[in-house]
C-alpha cells in the first residue's frame, strides 16, 4: 500500500520526512491552524524513529514532579554545559529545557501520544548538574490496529531486537519471564499467553500489532497524524527544493509540485548512510575500516543536500559526528547481514571487551556512546576498528550474548554460522578469532583477580548509578562485574555503528535553515537529525535524540503557526 499525490498541492507546510521530528512539526502546525502535509521517500513512514528505543530526555517533566525528584533548570543548564563544553549553544540548550515539559504536557493532551517515566540516569549522572533518575520518558505501549490499513506502511521495529518479531514490553520483569520460562511455572504461563497472542496477531495482521519503544511513539505520532487528517505520502521524493525570490516556496516530486506558503520542514533523518559523506566524516573509514548502521538505510542525507544546494550550511564539526552504537553483524542468510545494537550485554558481569591484542579498552558498562568512541581512540592508526565480547559459558546462559538468546535456546547455530565463536581455553579462543593468545590470557587473569570481589580498578565498572542500571542488580557485590572462569569460553566481533548522526543544518532556535554567513533561507527549516545537535557531539543521557526532536518540532511547528518561541 502507498500514498502519492494526484497532482500539484498546495499547503501552508510541507514536511520532508516522518520520523518524530518531522510528525511533530506536522502536528504542532495542524493544531494550530495551518494544512499540513508529508512526504517520505520509502513506502514505510516512522523513519528512524521507529527502530529506536522510543525514549526522549526531557528534563524538568511534570513524570519527575509527580515521582518527587528535584530536578532544576539550574542544574540541567550546568549538565549540558558540562557536557557540550566548546559547543554549548545557550539559545537553543535554553529554548529546549524550557519547551521540553510544555511540549509533553501538550501533546499528552492534544494527541494520541503517551509516555511512562523510566528509572533510567544520566549516562554521566557524576558530571555537576547529573542525576540518578527523572530526564528519560519513555513511549507508552500502543496498538497499532488502530492505524487500520495505514498499518501495512508502519516501518516494522528492527527484526534483530525482536524475538519472533514480538517486541518486548519497558518493564525488565517482562524480558525475565522469558529468561525464566524453563524454571518457573509463573513464568511458563505468562510467556505461553504473550506467545500465543503474538501468534495469533501474526496470522491477522501479518506482524505483532502490540508494540512499545520507537516502534510504539512512531505509531502513536502517526495517529495522531492521520486523525488530523494530515497525508503521509510514502514513495514520494523530494528531489527539489523550489525557491522564488530567495524563499522556499514548495518542493518538486516525481510527477508533482507541493507548494508550502509557510515553509518546507526538512526532517529526513540525517546522514548516516551518505557513504562519501561519512568516508570523510569518520575516522574509522577514513583509515580503511568498517561502519555498520542499525538506522533505515534510507537516510542518504537527501535532505541535507537539498538545503545545501540552495546555500545551507551543514559542516562538520564535532568531534564526533554521530551517536556512535557498537553493533555486531548477524548473518540473516543469502549473504546478508542485520545490525544488532549492544544495548544490554555489555552491563552483564562476565562479559569483557578487549581488542585483537587481547587488551581491554574501556568501562564496558558506560553508554554504548562512550565505548564506541574510546572503541576509535583505542584503534587509532589501526585500519580495522573492531573489538571481541569475551564471557564464558555460564555467562552466555543466564544472559546471551548479543543475538544469541540465554537458555534454554541452543548456541549451535550461532556456532555454525560463525557468529559465535567457541574455545574450550581461552587460547583456543584466540585461535579461532586472531586475538593475541598470551595477552588474552594474562587480561582474563588479571581482570578475575579483582572481579571474584566484584571490583575492576582498571576501569572502574560499576562506579556508577548508569552503570549499574542496566547490570545484574541481583549479582553481588557489584551488578556490572563478575569472573570468567568455566569454558568453554565465546567471543563475538563488535564493529562501529551509530544511531544517527549529530552533525547538520546551522538553523535558529526556532529551526530556520541558515547560510554560512549566518543569514537564514526564508522558508526553510529542519528539525530532528537533519537540525545540527544541542548536544554537540556528545550523549549526555537515554533520548537525546527524540527529545530535543520532537520539542523543536513543537517550536517550528508554532513558530510556522505564528505562535511565539
Given at each position: ?10 499547503y ?9 521530528g518531522g ?15 508529508i512526504?517520505?521517500?520509502e ?6 524513529t ?7 530526555w ?5 513524570y ?9 533548570r ?16 545557550a539559545?537553543?540548550?535554553?529554548a ?21 517515566p523510566?528509572l ?10 547529573g ?39 519497558s518493564?525488565?520483569?517482562?524480558i ?5 520460562a524453563t524454571?518457573s511455572?509463573?513464568?511458563f ?5 504473550r ?11 501479518g ?6 519503544s520507537?516502534?510504539a511513539l512512531a ?11 494530515i ?8 528531489e527539489?527544493?523550489?525557491v ?7 518542493v ?16 529526513t ?8 559523506k561519512?568516508?570523510?566524516a ?7 575500516g ?12 537527501d ?9 545551507g ?23 546478508k547481514?542485520?545490525?544488532?545494537p549492544?544495548?544490554?550485554d ?5 562479559i569483557?571487551?578487549?581488542?585483537k ?6 568501562n564496558?558498562?558506560?553508554s ?5 568512541a574510546?572503541?576509535?581512540r ?11 565480547l ?7 546462559r543466564?544472559?546471551g ?12 547455530k ?9 574455545g574450550?581455553t581461552?587460547?583456543?579462543l ?20 579483582d ?14 548509578s548508569f552503570?549499574?542500571y542496566?547490570?545484574d542488580p ?5 551488578p556490572?562485574?563478575?569472573p ?8 563475538l566481533?563488535i564493529v562501529?555503528?551509530?544511531?544517527g548522526t549529530?552533525?547538520?543544518l ?18 526553510l527549516?529542519?528539525v530532528?537529525n537533519?537540525?545540527?545537535s544541542?548536544?554537540g ?9 527524540l527529545g ?15 505562535m511565539?518561541t
Open positions: 500500500m502507498s500514498l502519492r499525490p494526484k497532482g500539484n498541492e498546495t501552508d507546510v510541507v514536511v520532508i520526512g516522518s520520523g518524530a510528525m511533530s512539526t506536522a502536528i504542532t502546525a495542524k493544531k494550530h491552524g495551518l494544512s499540513v502535509a512526504i517520505e521517500k513506502p514505510v513512514f516512522g523513519g528512524t521507529a527502530f529506536s528505543g522510543g525514549v526522549l526531557i528534563p524538568r517533566s511534570h519527575a514532579a509527580d515521582a518527587g525528584i528535584e530536578d532544576s539550574e542544574d540541567a543548564i550546568t549538565y549540558m554545559k558540562e557536557e557540550t563544553g566548546n559547543f554549548y549553544a539559545d537553543a540548550v535554553e529546549f529545557i524550557d519547551a521540553g515539559p510544555e511540549m509533553v504536557d501538550w501533546f499528552e493532551r492534544e494527541t494520541s501520544v503517551k509516555f511512562v523510566t533510567y540516569p544520566d549516562y554521566h549522572p557524576d558530571v555537576p548538574g542525576v540518578d533518575v527523572g530526564r528519560s520518558i519513555l513511549a507508552a505501549p500502543f496498538d497499532t490496529s488502530t492505524l487500520g490499513e495505514n498499518l501495512k506502511r508502519l516501518r516494522p521495529p528492527l527484526a534483530t531486537i525482536t524475538f519472533m518479531g514480538m517486541m518486548f514490553n518493564s525488565n520483569a517482562d525475565k519471564h522469558f529468561f525464566n524454571k511455572a509463573k513464568s504461563a505468562y510467556v505461553t499467553k506467545m500465543v497472542k503474538h501468534f495469533a496477531e501474526m496470522a491477522r495482521y506482524r505483532g500489532i502490540q508494540v512499545t520507537g516502534n505509531a502513536r505520532l502517526a495517529k495522531s497524524v492521520f486523525d488530523l487528517d497525508p503521509i505520502y510514502t514513495e514520494t521524493p523530494a527539489e527544493l523550489l522564488e525570490a530567495g524563499r522556499v516556496t514548495g518538486r516530486v516525481p510527477g508533482a509540485v507541493l507548494t508550502a506558503n509557510k515553509g518546507v520542514v526538512i526532517a533523518g540525517g546522514f548516516a548512510h551518505d557513504i562519501e561519512l568516508k570523510k569518520y575516522p574509522h573509514l577514513a583509515r580503511g568498517e561502519h555498520f548502521s542499525p538506522v533505515p538505510e534510507g537516510n542518504t542525507g535532505g541535507i543536500r537539498l538545503a545545501e544546494n540552495i546555500g550550511h551543514a559542516p562538520v564539526e564535532f568531534n564526533d559526528t554521530s551517536a556512535w552504537m557498537p553493533v555486531s553483524k548477524v548473518p540473516m542468510g543469502g549473504g547481514f542485520g545490525a544488532f549492544h544495548l544490554l555489555r552491563y552483564k558481569p562476565g569483557i571487551a578487549v581488542l591484542t587481547g587488551k581491554r579498552f574501556t564496558e558498562s558506560e554504548y556512546h562512550d565505548v564506541g574510546a572503541l576509535m583505542a584503534c587509532h592508526g589501526e585500519t580495522e576498528t573492531a573489538a571481541w569475551i564471557c564464558d559459558h555460564p555467562t552466555i543466564k544472559y550474548l548479543g543475538f544469541a538468546k540465554p537458555a534454554p535456546v541452543p548456541l549451535g550461532y556456532i555454525s554460522n560463525g557468529y559465535l565463536q567457541k574450550n581461552l587460547a583456543e584466540a585461535r579461532a578469532t586472531g586475538i593475541d593468545a598470551a595477552a588474552l590470557e594474562a587480561t582474563v587473569a588479571t581482570y578475575n583477580k572481579a571474584v570481589r566484584g571490583e575492576d580498578p582498571e576501569f572502574g565498572r560499576g562506579k556508577t552503570n549499574r542496566l547490570a541481583e549479582h553481588k557485590p557489584n556490572c562485574v563478575g570468567i572462569q568455566k569454558g568453554p569460553f565465546y567471543a566481533k562501529m555503528g551509530d544511531l549529530f552533525d547538520g546551522k538553523t535558529t532556535v526556532e529551526g530556520q535553515v541558515k547560510r554560512e554567513d549566518g543569514s537564514t533561507i526564508e522558508g527549516f529542519a530532528g537533519d537540525r545540527a544541542i548536544m557531539g556528545n550523549y549526555p543521557g537515554a533520548g537525546i535524540t530535543p526532536a520532537m520539542t523543536f518540532g513543537y517550536i517550528t511547528g508554532r513558530y510556522l503557526a505564528g511565539s
